[in-house]
């Protein structure tokens, strides 16, 4: 039993430590779809790994528990509303590619039928990459069977990186020009303006860096924790003399989009600088707490 239990242990333990440097990407699941998060602005279905380099996953839910299982990895974890789990591994053998010809006849057969991508029935994905299964193994409603996806493994981390780039939506521009774009994309700029006017929110000019007065009579820095948390619960720290109106833009945007607007807000404010050394000196702050 002794003998057991230390081996069992062990493969546990080993499981549940995620090595220093893995690389990490984002998972959120809903009914009934994957969504992965390379950063850069890339969101896609598919799973894509860089072969003998761990990687971890931090994923979360929008709505039930769903659960990530990679047969092929005997890996399977739970994804459950509310909370992030974690989970890693280390690929060890790379998905080949298909030849050139072989992916021209299937897109082209997928174009001329005018239907989805059939994974089953090439085998190989739109990229020309053959895959490991990705299902949900948790009964998660009446299209729990549909919630399939692929794991396509990387020899390179040039073809890994240029696959993500491909499906990036900020591609090459710099996080501020992104950012500006964002502004406008996603609404920002219906509540507010970079002109110093306030609309139905305060304006940005000259915002990041200075003290903000909060309904609740507290003052705080604009930092970049700020700015974060004001996009994702924007009712964690009301502005005073401003209603509570601001959506949550939780699960709507990736860490790199949010990078994206902390960068363009910083460019709006004469006092930015200032202030990043300020919240440089409060995360360490929170680290010791
Ligand atoms: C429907 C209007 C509305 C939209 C759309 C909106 N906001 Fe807001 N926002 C507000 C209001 C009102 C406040 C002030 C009240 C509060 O703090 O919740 C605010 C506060 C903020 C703050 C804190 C500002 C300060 O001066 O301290 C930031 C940062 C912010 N919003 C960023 C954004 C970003 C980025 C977007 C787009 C992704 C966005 N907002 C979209 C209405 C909006
Ligand atoms: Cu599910």
Request: glycine letters at 6%.
């Amino acid at each position: 039993m002794v003998g057991m239990f230390v081996m069992g242990a062990r493969a546990y333990l080993d499981m549940r430590t995620i090595p220093e440097g893995a690389n990490e990407i984002g998972v959120q699941s809903s009914k009934w779809s994957w969504s992965m998060d390379y950063g850069r602005g890339t969101y896609h279905p598919e799973l894509h790994l860089l072969v003998n380099e761990p990687v971890k996953l931090t994923m979360q839910s929008s709505d039930v528990i769903h659960s990530l299982y990679i047969p092929a990895f005997r890996a399977k974890k739970d994804v459950v509303p509310g909370r992030y789990n974690y989970m890693w591994f280390h690929p060890t053998k790379v998905t080949e590619k298909v030849s050139d010809k072989e992916l021209a006849e299937a897109t082209k057969w997928t174009e001329e039928s005018a239907t989805a991508w059939d994974y089953d029935k090439w085998q190989f994905t739109p990229d020309g990459y053959r895959f490991y299964d990705l299902y949900c193994a948790e009964y998660c409603g009446q299209d729990h069977s549909q919630m399939q996806t692929v794991v396509v493994v990387h020899e390179t981390r040039e073809d890994l990186d240029a696959w993500i780039k491909k499906y990036s939506s900020r591609g090459s521009d710099t996080l501020e020009a992104y950012g500006e774009k964002l502004y406008a994309r996603r609404g920002c700029i219906g509540c507010h303006t970079v002109d110093g006017t306030s609309g139905t929110g305060p304006t940005y000019k000259d915002a990041f860096g200075t003290p903000r007065k909060l309904a609740n009579g507290e003052t705080v820095v604009m930092d970049e924790n700020y700015v974060r948390e004001s996009i994702l619960v924007p009712k964690a720290k009301v502005v005073a003399g401003f209603q509570p109106v601001m959506p949550s833009y939780k699960g709507q945007l990736s860490d790199d989009d949010l990078d994206s607007l902390v960068a363009y807000i910083k460019t709006l404010s004469a006092n930015a600088e200032v202030a990043s050394d300020a919240s440089a000196e409060e995360a360490t702050e929170d680290e010791t707490e």
